[in-house]
């Protein structure tokens, strides 16, 4: 299974942000599994953007909420995130990853991960 | 900040053990299972423990985990120079319906 994660590296600020992810090995359909963002700011940690079933269904962390939009497009096997009125502090390395999410086993985790695209929010 | 709250450096001498601590509230550790992540330089993270003190195929058993309370540690135990690296801790926090993680803690390998 891999994740490759795609699109432009640099957007200006108050515009969106789109990246794809590719999923390649497996199927996005599985319905063993949801699919999420995370993203590394420059000098900072891992912060949780969202992950969405294949049948669409998306949940995101409260503090991007209002900007975060998240598909699925089964027929490419591939899912993707838009941010919209970005600023600098959303410049990062933005990931992708299978989310494994079971909350009657308590299951939660991240596994694997694509290699990571940076995303440059600058004028 | 960061909801999980982690030591932000540890250090060790190759063959050590060291330790990284974790801590969180009722609605995230408390309440649920823990992950860890590891991070070598210049590559995406990587599923080290998942559910408090499991590994994943392929990660050596110097690595383990522990959870006690709204608390978590990640140990290494024989410590090894490519053990440099940040660690991260997460979980799901079930107040804000979502996966929190910890602000990283890098390890540096005297």
């Known amino acids: 299974l891999q994740l490759q994660e795609s699109g432009p590296g640099l957007v200006k600020p108050s515009e969106t942000l789109s990246l794809t992810c590719t999923v390649s090995g497996a199927s996005i359909s599985d319905t063993n599994y949801y699919w999420g963002w995370i993203r590394r700011p420059p000098g900072k940690g891992l912060e949780w953007i969202g992950s969405?079933?294949?049948?669409?269904?998306?949940f995101y962390t409260p503090s991007l909420k209002s900007r975060v939009s998240m598909s699925v497009d089964t027929s490419k096997n591939r899912f993707s995130l838009e941010l919209t009125s970005v600023t600098a502090a959303d410049t990062a390395v933005y990931y992708c990853?299978?989310?494994?999410?079971?909350?009657?086993?308590?299951?939660?985790?991240?596994?694997?991960w694509g290699q990571g695209t940076l995303v440059t929010v600058s004028s | 900040q960061s909801v999980l709250t982690q030591p932000p450096s540890a250090s060790g001498t190759p063959g050590q053990r060291v330790t990284i601590s974790c801590s969180g509230s009722?609605?995230?550790?408390?309440?649920?299972?823990v992950n860890w992540y590891q991070q070598l330089p210049g590559t995406a993270p990587k599923l080290l423990i998942y559910?408090?003190?499991r590994r994943p195929s392929g990660v050596p058993d110097r690595f383990s985990g522990s959870k006690s309370g709204t608390s978590t540690s990640l140990a290494i135990s024989g410590l090894q120079s490519e053990d440099e690296a940040d660690y991260y801790c997460?979980?799901?926090?079930?107040?804000?319906?979502?996966?929190?993680f910890g602000g990283g803690t890098k390890l540096t390998v005297l």
């Open positions: 990853a299978r989310h494994i999410h079971r909350p009657v086993n308590a299951y939660n985790w991240f596994d694997p």
């Open positions: 969405i079933y294949y049948s669409g269904s998306t």
């Open positions: 009722s609605s995230n550790i408390g309440g649920n299972t």
């Open positions: 997460a979980a799901w926090d079930d107040s804000l319906n979502g996966v929190v």
């Open positions: 559910s408090n003190n």
